[in-house]
């Protein structure tokens, strides 16, 4: 009868275990684009799920920093992904984040660096209703001087004695480089 009630408690103790945590692993965040109003990325994300179900993966957090001191901001990408019972899923995220301050960039678009480090911070939610998760991301990478250059060029269009970039159109309004005014009272 012992053993009987051994079991018993064993089967029991084993169907109410703590679901093992995911595993997070970034691949890469690779920047798709810099501009006057901020940075796009993308991130992607590893995960691996070792129950033997499945779990809800939710919103992505991201905090971005440039050279080490300049914070860019934070964004949260919304999202809801089921990761498959036992098994790895790569998770894409697009996140978007706005200068809070363009001056900082002045002095890097001014140095004479040829790339210029950053950094990833974020989380991946997971669970449901009754439990929640932040399971955390890191990753670093470069960006060019060249980027951060034509984003800071561009933000103050129509400078005078700024030449255009390359791929830069002209300001609406504005009169193209190489082209004068037409005098005043003519049409």
């Not at 989380?123 to 034509?150: C, K, M, N, W, Y």
């Not at 009169?175 to 005043?184: D, E, L, V």
């Amino acid at each position: 009868m012992r053993a009987l009630v051994f079991v018993a408690l064993s089967l029991l103790g084993s169907a109410c275990t703590k679901p093992a945590p995911p595993t997070l692993s970034p691949k890469r965040a690779a920047i798709t684009s810099i501009s006057p109003d901020g940075v796009a990325l993308d991130v992607l994300l590893g995960t691996t799920n070792p129950n033997a179900f499945n779990l809800t993966a939710g919103d992505v957090t991201a905090h971005f920093v440039l050279d080490g001191t300049i914070d860019v901001g934070t964004a949260t990408f919304p999202q809801t992904i089921t990761l498959p019972a036992n098994s790895t899923k790569d998770i894409e995220v697009p996140i978007t984040l706005h200068w809070g301050d363009i001056v900082p960039l002045l002095a890097i678009a001014a140095s004479d660096r040829p790339w210029v480090p950053y950094a990833v911070d974020g989380s991946l939610a997971l669970g449901g209703d009754l439990v929640q998760l932040q399971v955390p991301f890191h990753i670093t990478g470069t960006v060019t001087r060249e980027e951060i250059l034509r984003a800071t060029v561009q933000s103050i269009p129509g400078l005078p004695g700024v030449p255009l970039l390359p791929g830069a159109a002209p300001v609406p309004g504005t009169i193209p480089r190489g082209k004068r005014a037409p005098p005043h009272g003519s049409r």
